[in-house]
């Protein structure tokens, strides 16, 4: 099986049987015991594995959020966890955006806490389906759900497309 790093959401909602083997760093322990001290006993039955990751990975996760602009919103837990992930080359488990695309950027493998959620960013252009024009993104939901209008140059439809 491959190695997993996982984030405190997936501490608190997996259960027991699925943390074992799986990877944490041990200041994730003192957040948990802080929040859920109810916690504790459970997860020091399950055989986590509770490392810090080494200082190249965590300097590498640093300058990797710094370039993305996502420093800012990362905990000193998130950028330890995705330091470790890119320490032990393995998949970090979180439902955190930020999280997901830094370690996509950082080329490693990632899935989402609950298996329902969406596996892969997805961007989205909006564009004329006949001259291709590019329109900016609408900012909001579709109240009718696929018209996005027409295009003002050729009178084609929008259309919202996924892209890599
Ligand atoms: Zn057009």
């Known amino acids: 099986m491959a190695k997993e790093v996982l984030d405190t959401g997936a501490l608190i909602s997996w259960p027991i049987i699925r943390l074992n083997g799986c990877y944490v760093i041990p200041s994730q322990k003192m957040e948990l015991c802080k929040i859920y001290p109810e916690k504790e006993i459970e997860i020091e039955s399950a055989r986590l594995i509770w490392i810090d990751p080494d200082k190249r990975s965590l300097k590498i996760a640093t300058d990797l959020a710094i370039e ?41 493998e990632w899935k ?3 298996t329902k959620g969406i596996k892969e960013i997805w961007k989205w252009e909006l564009r004329c ?17 696929s018209d ?4 003002e140059d050729c009178g084609s439809k929008l259309k919202l497309k996924k892209i890599r």
């Open 112 to 114: 989402t806490v609950s």
């Open 129 to 145: 389906v006949a001259c291709k024009k590019m329109y900016p993104q609408p900012e909001k939901p579709n109240q009718k759900k």
């Open 148 to 151: 996005w209008g027409e295009c």
């Open 68 to 108: 993305t602009g996502d420093m800012a919103g990362l905990s000193e837990i998130d950028l330890g966890i995705l330091a470790l992930s890119i320490n032990l080359k393995s998949t970090l488990v979180t439902d955190d955006y930020r999280l997901q695309n830094l370690a996509e950027k950082a080329g490693l």
